[in-house]
DNA sequence: CGTGCGCTTGATAATGGTCAAGACGCGTGG
DNA sequence: CCACGCGTCTTGACCATTATCAAGCGCACG
């Protein structure tokens, strides 16, 4: 798809610090750093994020593979992360959204285990790691934060291996809508209405179906009155409707 | 199954520490602790490590939702992670060996995230976690193990979803044996011959399969002259032939 | 020596994948 | 401004894989 100039020119460049955020103002600090931190804390913080450029849709973070450097929190826009399989298909392994971090899944290897792109224009802060190795030495509960994070990041994936083995496609799809769902309410965006950042192909990547079936999925949905869909626009209609169908329908 | 009464009586108590075993002479600690710790960080680790008495098959470590005290080694025996689902299934989340660390999924929310219980006699090294975080703060090679240590769980858990949500029932069993079979190996066992230590039901539920399809798996491997089964007891005849089935069958 | 659990095997059914075609929407260029 | 073209989404018909249901075997344990 692209070769390696093109990746290069794509691909991601730090940039310098805008002093006008921080994560003392940030408005996602509730998701992004829900901790008690004394106020020369988030400043030691502060020093060591970088708030960077934009990142235009399609565009990569990061590429499994890559050296791993940072980890980086969205603040706006939304991106997936996915793993190239052998046979050269895509999995997507998780979409993140604003307050959100990702990344982390580099830190073993000291190299990226996936690659992550934009969904649409995002904005980034990348959070070098060995200065938030240090930090984290310095000031315990960040330490603990970020054992925390990843921790959740475990939690989360776990969710998702029971959503694939045990849960038909009904139920995947309507899990990740309340999972969307939820995850908007956080951000005080509304928790029925929204439009869907990905195509119904990384829905069915995450998902392990294929578009097809997603795409029946959302037509049985809006026939059972549930959903009302319109391309990427999707209301929930009953969401106790949709959380029964992801619970407990089979 | 069991009552809280029961639970109790049959679960996990710490124990005192036996001062002949430690970290800096246990035959694992390549694999658990690959790091350059000076002997008097090794001697700090061992003092906050509790080397505890064996569990018994299908004893408890620790149940979901138990409050998260530690994480824990395994030094002998094997385990299983799995959590309950809302319908009351189960979903195996991983098999740990010995020299592997289980429990990290309950640092999030301070607690147990999944339940983890022994699939055969096994010995277990506690790690209170608190105490880890402090020492992790003093000794930076420490920290980032841990991190690392979390990281690849998470690596892991994406692999698994990978698996579940792309490959055909052949091509996850075979992936299953080759990663039992390279762990054996790093515990410098026999890579192609060995003893399943968990059910043919369990197999099923970690990947997303019925005991039936596993079972049909094994005959027609079997069949293939990939495998010698005999019942828990595996000889893999044809390893090349085992990688072309977990990878690019399909 | 029976009983039960774990494993295997077979027959049948259902869920979701594959293939194919058409609709819709969006951006580009005439 | 419209038309074209491509990419994304939807829908249908058919097929394959795996689940389900059922039965039988064998070994371990009481």
Redesign the pocket.
């Known amino acids: 798809m692209t070769n390696i100039a093109e990746s290069r020119s794509e691909s991601y460049q730090t940039c310098t610090h805008d002093p006008q955020v921080s994560c003392g103002n940030c408005r996602l600090n509730s998701i992004c750093l829900p901790l008690a931190l004394e106020s020369d804390d988030i400043a030691q913080l502060d020093d060591i994020i970088q708030r960077c450029k934009p990142l235009q849709k399609n565009q990569h973070l990061y590429r499994e593979g890559d050296d791993f450097e940072s980890v980086f929190a969205v603040r706006s826009g939304t991106l997936k992360a996915y793993k190239t399989t052998d046979d050269d298909r895509e999995q997507v392994t998780g979409f993140y959204f604003p307050g959100e971090i990702l990344g982390m899944d580099g830190i073993s290897n000291n190299s990226h285990a996936s690659s992550a792109k934009a969904l649409e224009t995002a904005a980034i802060c990348e959070i070098p790691f060995t200065s938030l190795e240090k930090l984290s030495a310095l000031i315990p509960n960040l330490q603990r934060h970020f054992f925390q994070l990843m921790s959740h990041e475990i939690t989360e994936d776990q969710q998702l291996i029971t959503l694939l083995s045990k849960n038909?496609?009904?139920e995947r799809v309507a899990a990740l809508l309340l999972s969307i769902s939820g995850r908007n309410a956080r951000r005080k965006l509304s928790a029925t209405q929204f439009r869907l950042p990905m195509?119904?192909?990384d829905i069915g990547n995450y998902l392990?179906?294929?578009?097809?079936?997603?795409?029946?999925v959302?037509?049985r949905l809006q026939k059972m009155d549930i959903l009302q869909?319109d391309?990427?626009e999707i209301e929930i209609l009953d969401s106790q409707g949709l959380r029964n169908i992801a619970n407990l329908s089979s």
Do not use: I, M, P, Q
């Open positions: 038909s496609a009904d195509s119904r192909v392990g179906l294929t578009v097809e079936t997603v795409s029946r959302f037509s869909v391309n990427k």
